[in-house]
């Protein structure tokens, strides 16, 4: 078993297509995990191994992979880039003690950059950066660089320079060493050193001094040293520099070629002898289980784990991927699940590379792995001994910004969709769906259309069933302006039993979100009481159906005030028809009219895209609430009605080069206006007729 001292736990995040796939498999190769270096493009890597990510070429879910580098165990978690699998970033980045972000050495940091940083700040970890694709034309390390200087932080700092950046890139000066390292052309990973000459030598010893004075911050017998000896070795740097990238002091720059295994190797020294292990993290912050009391677990501690991810696997059934957090946990073990208050028995654990997996007994504090078939454990679920009895904290995820509404192909397929909506949720829990009683829609929602594609494809691929994506129905209000009153007579006589009721009733408006108040205010014996709850049912009906154009009535008070009845015809059924008929013609008597739902949005957007994106809105007949700012970033609030925001997300990335994010959520009703109205009045009309 691996001790917590000689784990790392990284992730490595950036922007999609900044390569950090190939990263990862070139890392496993240097680790002897593999014997090759994998290319997205031929489908071979390690980590994308989904039949959706071989397809689209990218990656679709966060993937678990580990190897061992200078007697350190290295436990890697491979995330998307895009935005629609922002969730993958929150559950890796929860468990992991630092991370690994990657940028294209051509593009620069990105909108995805931006995101995984914020994640990993808020999650407060150190960061490394990595400058990948140096190998690549009209690559720009200086300029890229100082975007990153300027953006994240003064404190980033470069730890190796491209000597050689563009095709053919195999020679990096190395700050740390004072060295030249020449990279061999077979991807091996293997180098030669040689001193530094000219110019390369000077702006590399004026680095080496800076980075000294950096670390001498949190180490003042280390400044003394290098002014007594005029420089530092690496070893004597090494405590230091771990110190310094723990509290921010320094944030580590590395550049790399991945595809051609040029400074991967550095990195994964810098990250095997410098980045923070588990041990660093004396203690982590967990809940009492069932309340809001904080305490604080150490490694020392009985067993808890944390499950960050849960993927459905063919021929294996569902894997948990978890991470330790104390005590050590084995094989058929016994754990509450403190946050479903029900208890577990760990199945197999595995260590995984993606799809290979290998079954270990035991996982000490601090190391990940994986366990199969848990019977009620799902993402962001605590396991723990009972002694212990804690909560760690569950992953916050970002709220769905796109809707659609599902349609199936072929009838009798609805149990099927529910089964692989709900595996889907539980895989992604950014991904969400329900069944809207009042529209009669199964409505998914999510992060972006990408995420919703693949869910369809997924449907069918693994549950067999096809559907169809469409715009979701707008859940529109039929509510009054003024007061009405209406006298309805139902009667029937047909052979047998008859059937008789008489209604008087008056409606009145109320204030918008009261709901539909009920009342009676008979008189005198006309009406026996018996049948007001008849009446109040067959306005609740009417209520539920709609009378304009289908939707729910809302806001109003509605009494019935006087009516008539047989000795013998009047019934329960004959006062419900009447109150119903009673109800409609008050309704329509009392000047009629829908209600639209109103979202307030919160939209994120680069300063220079501000006109394009408030003009967007005014489109959408949105109303701006105000503005704020955020670093480099405006924040516009504004009120948009729902039916002008199907797929909004889609328009706001294409208006903001991908660099614009938003937030939505219900705000209010308000009245729909008039043309509006008799567009969806016909629209349910003509629905009605089909």
């Excluded at 991470?323 to 199945?347: F, P, Q, T, W």
Aim: glycine share 8%; charged share 30%; with cysteine.
């Amino acid at each position: 078993m691996t001790t917590a001292n000689d784990i790392r736990n990284f992730s490595l995040v950036g922007h999609g297509t900044s390569g950090k796939t190939v990263l990862s498999d070139a890392i496993l190769y240097n680790g002897g995990e593999t014997n090759r270096i994998g290319k997205t493009e031929n489908g071979n890597t390690i980590s994308d191994y989904h039949h959706d990510e071989i397809s689209r070429e990218i990656s679709l879910s966060a993937t678990l992979l580990h190897c061992n580098w200078l007697e350190k165990k290295l436990n890697i978690i491979d995330v998307p880039g895009f935005f629609d699998f922002v969730g993958e970033a929150k559950s890796a980045l929860r468990v992991s003690d630092f991370a690994v972000a990657v940028v294209h050495g051509v593009t620069g940091p990105e909108a995805g950059t931006d995101i995984v940083w914020d994640f990993a700040t808020d999650y407060g970890i150190p960061k490394i950066l990595v400058v990948n694709m140096m190998n690549k034309e009209h690559t720009k390390f200086d300029t890229v660089l100082s975007q990153l200087q300027s953006r994240y932080s003064k404190r980033v700092f470069p730890f190796t320079i491209p000597v050689n950046p563009g095709p053919g890139f195999n020679q990096v000066a190395d700050v740390l060493r004072k060295e030249l390292l020449t990279y061999s052309s077979d991807s091996s990973g293997k180098f030669q050193t040689e001193e530094l000459s000219g110019d390369w030598k000077d702006r590399v010893d004026q680095l080496h001094e800076e980075l000294i004075e950096y670390i001498a911050e949190s180490d003042d017998s280390l400044l003394e040293k290098f002014f007594e000896q005029g420089n530092l070795s690496e070893e004597e740097l090494r405590a230091g520099l771990h110190d310094a990238i723990i509290n921010g002091s320094v944030i580590p720059l590395v550049c790399t070629a991945a595809d051609a295994n040029v400074g991967v190797t550095r990195l994964m020294d810098i990250i095997a002898k410098y980045c923070p292990s588990p041990d660093d993290f004396s203690t982590s912050k967990a809940f009492k289980a069932g309340s809001k009391e904080e305490i604080e677990v150490k490694a020392s501690d009985p067993e808890s784990m944390f499950v960050f991810k849960t993927v459905s696997e063919a021929h294996v059934g569902e894997l948990s991927f978890f991470r330790v957090y104390s005590g050590e946990v084995k094989h058929g073990m016994d754990l509450k699940n403190s946050s479903r208050h029900s208890s577990e028995r760990l199945g197999q654990l595995f260590i995984m590379n993606g799809k290979n997996r290998k079954e270990v007994g035991v996982l000490g504090a601090g190391d990940m792995g994986a366990v199969v078939k848990l019977k009620n454990t799902h993402t962001g679920d605590t396991l723990c001994s009972s002694k212990l009895d804690v909560e760690l904290p569950r992953i916050d995820f970002p709220l769905p910004n796109i809707n659609e509404a599902v349609i199936t192909k072929s009838k009798g397929d609805e149990e099927k969709i529910a089964t692989g909506l709900a595996t889907l949720h539980e895989e992604d829990p950014t991904f969400l769906f329900r069944v809207d009683p009042e529209l009669k829609q199964t409505i998914v929602s999510g992060q972006g259309e990408l995420q919703i594609e693949v869910v369809v494809s997924r449907l069918k691929r693994k549950f067999n069933v096809e559907v169809d994506l469409v715009e979701p129905k707008v859940p529109y209000r039929e509510t009054i302006k003024g007061s009405g009153t209406a006298k309805y007579r139902h009667k029937k006589q047909s052979g047998g039993a008859g059937q008789f009721a008489e209604v008087w009733m008056r409606v009145a408006p109320k204030s918008r979100g009261e709901g539909v108040e009920f009342s009676d205010s008979l008189v005198g014996q006309n009406v026996d009481r018996v049948f007001v709850p008849s009446v109040e049912k067959g306005v609740k009906a009417a209520c539920e159906e709609g009378i304009l154009a289908g939707y729910r009535v809302v806001d109003m008070k509605v009494d019935f005030y006087d009516g008539k009845q047989h000795p013998v015809d009047s019934k329960d059924i004959a006062f419900q028809i009447a109150g119903k008929g009673a109800f409609k013609d008050a309704f329509m008597d009392a000047k009629p009219g829908m209600l639209e739902p109103i979202f307030e949005i919160e939209v994120k957007v680069p300063e220079d895209h501000m006109g394009d994106v408030m003009g967007d809105i005014s489109g959408r007949r949105g109303k701006i609430l105000g503005m704020d700012n955020e670093g480099d970033y405006q924040v516009v609030k504004a009120l948009v009605p729902q039916a002008n925001l199907y797929r909004y997300s889609t328009v706001l990335r294409s208006v903001t080069g991908g660099r614009g994010m938003h937030r939505e959520k219900f705000s209010h009703y308000e009245d729909l206006p008039r043309e509006m109205e008799a567009r969806v009045v016909s629209a349910s009309k003509t629905e009605k007729d089909e």
